[in-house]
């Protein structure tokens, strides 16, 4: 593994059925890690069709790591109701911390970063336009361009306390 994409599911604050098909790992709104149906390495090879489908263009070698919630969501103003939490966005950027050390994953924008990120640098693939993450509703002084670095300053903080 190579990669950690970290997403918002756009559902609400526990996981469906079809989020955990999606991600290998999920975020509810106490904090609590729920294992998706397939594991990280069952995104190594994505021939099979075996495996966690949740960035296009971006699966191979990707840990997909989702935060459930913002169902609803169209703005800063209107985050719908299921907003993600601050419990559980830190519950989220410490698992990322372990699942760096756990693969040997680099804390950089090269490595992990968010969906929205991701497709902003490939546009040429359905990724292109995903708007998961251009908000926090814990933290709304961050501002959407800040966001990528903003969580990867946090896993770093956690990744020198494992
Ligand atoms: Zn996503």
Request: hydrophobic fraction near 35%; charged fraction near 20%; glycine fraction near 10%.
């Amino acid at each position: 593994m190579n990669k950690i994409i970290i997403h918002w599911t756009a559902g609400t604050n526990v996981p469906n059925s079809i989020d955990l098909q999606h991600y290998h790992y999920l975020v509810d709104k106490y904090g609590r890690i729920h294992n998706g149906i397939f594991k990280p390495e069952d995104n190594e090879n994505c021939n099979d069709g075996k495996y966690a489908a949740h960035t296009g263009g971006g699966n191979t070698g990707a840990v997909g790591l989702a935060l459930c919630g913002m169902c609803g969501y169209s703005s800063p103003a209107k985050v719908g109701a299921y907003p993600l939490n601050k419990v559980q966005c830190e519950a989220a950027f410490q698992y990322a911390a372990k699942l760096a050390r756990k693969y040997n994953i680099p804390i950089n924008s090269a490595h992990i970063m968010t969906h929205y990120e991701f497709g902003q640098k490939n546009p040429k693939t359905t990724s292109a336009g995903k708007i998961d993450i251009v908000y926090l509703p814990a933290y709304p002084d961050v501002k959407q361009n800040q966001i990528g670095d903003f969580i990867r300053n946090k896993i770093r903080w956690y990744f020198e306390r494992l």
